[in-house]
C-alpha cells in the first residue's frame, strides 16, 4: 500500500468527562491502526463501562477506508454522527472514539443528545492531541559548532522538523525532512554551510507535528 504523505490522528490514547443534566459523559479515545485495532479498543470500553446507560462509538481508519458508528440505543443520528462528525470535522484518521454515558434522570431532547456527543467526543480528541503525522527522511548532520546556528535556522525557519541535538567533539543534529524536500534540503545546506556538511540519511519515518 503506498504510504500517505501526510494525514492527521492523535497522538495518544486519553479521555475526558464532563456532565450534562446529571447525565455523565466520558469520552475515551485512541490512534488505531487497523479496524481490529478500533473493534478491539471499543470491546475494552465496554467491559469497562458494562454497566453504563450507553456505549456509542464512531471510528475512521485508512485500511479500506473504513468508517464506522453506533448510536448503541440512543435515538438515531442522535450519538453516533456527532461523534463521527467530530473526527470528519478535524479531518482524523486511524483513530477510534467512544463516548459512554450514564443517564443521570433528565431527558436531553434529541438536539440536546448532538450537542452532548458532540461537545463529549470533541473534549476527548482533544485531551488525546491532535497531530499531523508527516512522512520524512531521517538525517543525522555531523557540523562544527560555529556552524551550528546556520544549520539550526535553515530547519527550523524550512518546512523541516528538528530533532535532538548532541554535543560532543563537534555537534550531531537530528533533522526530518518531508519525503518530497530532501533534495531541496540537500541543497540549501549545501548553500548555507558552503558544501563543507553532507548530511547522513538513516531511513524513513512518520513524525508528529502537534496543532
Partial sequence: MEKKMTYKTVLKANRAEMIEKKSRFIASVKPVATEQDAIDFI??????????THNVYAYVVSE?????????????????VPTLEVLNKEHLTDVA??????????????????????KSAKLG???????????????LIHAPYDLLGKIRYLIENGDYILGEIEYANDVAITAYIKYDLLER???????????SVTPEICGELYVDKIE
Avoid at 185 to 195: D, H, I, R, V
Fill in 43 to 52: 470491546n475494552e470500553i465496554r467491559a469497562e463501562f458494562r454497566d453504563a
Fill in 97 to 118: 472514539v467512544v463516548v459512554t454515558r450514564y443517564f443521570g434522570g433528565t431527558l436531553l431532547g434529541a438536539g440536546g443528545l448532538v450537542r452532548a456527543y458532540g
Fill in 185 to 195: 534540503f540537500q541543497k540549501e545546506l549545501t548553500e548555507a554551510t558552503n558544501g
Fill in 125 to 139: 480528541v482533544d485531551a488525546a492531541v491532535i497531530t499531523e503525522k508527516i512522512y520524512c527522511h531521517e538525517l
Fill in 64 to 80: 479500506n477506508n473504513t468508517t464506522r458508528y453506533s448510536d448503541d440505543g440512543e435515538p438515531g443520528g442522535t450519538a453516533g
